[in-house]
């Protein structure tokens, strides 16, 4: 038999196997190779098989009506799992979780429902769902980051991954949940970070990407988001760093001069716009003005002409107007980012707009907007992607195309797909390509040799 590592007691989880299935950001994603890796130490065995598995996790995602809708029928499809193997356990995690607590053990039948800061809780829980009663921690924690805990890789192209920074957010847009799910701010120590990345670099991966729902706001000790990007594009050269989310409130010029200043730090900014009209934005509390945002941009150009720009956008917020939703549009086109993520405003019970504000877009209407939004980005995607055309790019190979094995596919520092003939490379190779062709999505180019 297994012992843990003190001799003193079996192994809970010995010979049993979890499952886990993620919804949502790369947060979450994050998050379950940490809830993996805490219960591997109990001996769990991690299957991609949810038909082997002795406990099933859902990690769920909250941010709009249809995410969760989502999942409520994933766990109605856990019937039939439980049906098969009585002795099944099935956990709820994640923002959902935290936003519905016990509501998702009576409505729902699961035996465990945990938070996002509860994961080191998961052994206990699982052992209580065993014995028969249901585990529940939503406990949002005021320190808790996970720092020394080394996650699974479960994503596993073995060239990028991903790196949380800091946990949880400040901000309070009006429509959004995040705030109540995932708890206040607060950051991981440099180290734990540097040495990750460092670990990472030392496995063959050549890309890491630095998480938090407003990596601006990251703070320990002296060091600021600059100094900590820095600090892990000085591993080494050959280690692409990327980041998400920044807030436009307080992308700084500090952050802009390191990205210039480093080859490796990828030029490619995610910078949430939501909504073009200023009526808009102070109603949704982004604290920002249209001409904030612009100026933004232009110090962004300034530092790094070739930086690619994307978004995020609502269409139909609360009591946004016909000459709102132009002036989003007409943001769109004066921005020309390179892509954008576009939703329909989607009410979350207890946040602020849903207190304070009137639901009033029609369903209709928000649907309306969002493909004259869609159209108008996809234009523009297909346009930056044509200006590439002819133009040189070093590219971080991930692995053979969807389409096919002898191409291979890989992104540019500007984080754009590019597909191309394989050669003699193989994933985590840098390649130099010029660009022969563009859809709206995917670059495709050759090898220059
Ligand atoms: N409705 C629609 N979109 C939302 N987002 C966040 N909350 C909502 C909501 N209630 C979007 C924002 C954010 C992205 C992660 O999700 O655009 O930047
Ligand atoms: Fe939500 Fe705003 Fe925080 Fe982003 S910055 S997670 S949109 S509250």
Same mark, same amino acid.
């Given at each position: ?104 053990? $009576? ?19 699982? *052992?209580?769902?065993? &014995? ?54 607060? &950051? ?6 540097? $040495? ?49 989310? &920044? ?13 210039? *200043? ?33 100026? *933004? ?136 390509? *010029? ?15």
């Amino acid at each position: 038999m297994n012992f843990d590592k003190n001799g003193l007691r079996p192994l809970q989880g010995l010979g049993k196997r979890l499952f886990i299935e993620t919804y949502g950001c790369q947060m979450n994603a994050g998050d379950s190779e940490i809830v993996v890796s805490i219960m591997q130490r109990e001996g769990y065995i991690y299957t991609e098989n949810i038909k082997e598995a002795d406990v099933i996790l859902i990690n769920t995602c909250s941010i709009r009506d249809n995410a969760e809708q989502r999942i409520w029928g994933r766990i109605a499809d856990m019937r039939r799992y439980r049906k098969a193997k009585p002795s099944l356990v099935v956990g709820i995690i994640g923002c959902m979780a935290e936003r519905l607590k016990e509501r998702l053990i $009576d409505n729902g039948g699961v035996d465990i429902v945990a938070g996002p800061d509860a994961y080191r809780d998961m052994p206990r829980l699982v *052992r209580e769902a065993e &014995s028969g009663r249901k585990g529940v921690n939503v406990v949002l924690s005021q320190e808790e980051t996970y720092a020394e805990i080394a996650p699974v890789r479960l994503d596993k192209n073995g060239v990028s991954a991903f790196i949380s920074i800091m946990r949880g957010c400040n901000n309070y847009c009006a429509y959004c949940v995040v705030p109540y799910t995932r708890g206040i701010e607060r &950051s991981r120590a440099p180290q734990t970070i540097v $040495d990750e990345a460092r670990d990472l670099f030392a496995h063959g991966y050549r890309e890491v990407t630095l998480l938090g729902q407003n990596v601006n706001s990251y703070r320990s000790g002296d060091v600021g988001f600059p100094e900590l990007m820095a600090m892990v594009a000085e591993i080494s050269p050959l280690l692409r760093v990327r980041f998400s989310t &920044s807030h436009p409130k307080d992308i700084s010029d500090r952050l802009l001069e390191v990205m210039a *200043r480093y080859d490796n730090i990828c030029k490619a900014i995610h910078l949430p716009a939501q909504s073009g009209s200023d009526e808009v934005l102070r109603r949704m509390n982004r604290k920002y003005t249209r001409a904030w945002y612009l100026e *933004r941009i232009a110090a962004i150009r300034r530092y790094m002409p070739d930086c690619a720009i994307t978004t995020d956008l609502i269409a139909g917020f609360c009591g946004e107007s016909e000459d709102d939703h132009r002036q989003t549009l007409s943001l769109i086109r004066e921005v020309g980012y390179d892509s954008a993520f576009m939703f329909k405003y989607s009410e979350r019970p207890g946040t602020y707009s849903a207190r304070h504000y009137e639901d009033d877009v029609t369903d209709e209407e928000k649907g309306r907007r969002l493909s004259e939004i869609i159209a108008l980005q996809s234009e523009l995607s297909t346009a930056s992607n044509a200006r590439d055309e002819g133009k040189e790019f070093e590219v971080l190979v991930e692995g053979a195309s969807k389409r096919s094995d002898k191409q291979l596919c890989g992104r540019t520092s500007q984080n754009k797909m590019v597909v191309f003939d394989c050669g003699t490379h193989k994933a985590g190779d840098y390649v130099r390509v *010029r660009i022969k062709g563009s859809s709206s999505a995917t670059l495709f180019g050759e090898e220059i040799l």
